[in-house]
């Protein structure tokens, strides 16, 4: 019902900067919210930044201040800005979305995800 299309990843030396794309497509009756989450190896998946229908932010503590999502018109499409990155930012970063179908139905679909690495 939800399809999403991440891209951006890719290998970038520390204090640099990179920007994350998702696109939200599919037969969706209305969005809720549409987020950026990362999962490194051995640990567990954590939010990095999410943004709803009317545009607020939040954000995981380790990433305020570096990070900024921002989200295109009508939220079909969601950016993440990622400056200042550091080894430690290194993780798959995984496009989520939460929609209504329909007036009542609603549901959470995640993306394949995008690696990000950070070398020092």
């Known amino acids: 019902q939800v399809q999403l299309a991440e891209s951006g990843g890719g290998l970038v030396q520390a204090g640099g900067s990179l920007r994350l794309s998702c696109e939200v497509s599919?037969?969706?009756?209305?969005?809720?919210?549409v987020g950026w989450f990362r999962q490194a190896p051995g640990k567990q998946r954590e939010l990095v930044a999410t943004?709803?229908?009317?545009?607020?932010?939040d954000y995981g503590d380790s990433v305020k201040g570096r990070f900024t999502i921002s989200k295109g018109g009508a939220m079909t499409t969601v950016y993440l800005q990622m400056n200042s990155l550091q080894p430690e930012d290194t993780a798959v970063y995984y496009c989520?979305?939460?929609?209504?179908?329909?007036?009542?139905?609603?549901?959470?679909?995640w993306g394949q995800g995008t690696q990000v690495t950070v070398s020092s």
């Open positions: 599919g037969n969706i009756f209305r969005l809720i919210a």
């Open positions: 989520n979305a939460r929609a209504y179908y329909t007036t009542t139905n609603w549901g959470e679909t």
């Open positions: 943004v709803n229908a009317g545009g607020a932010t």
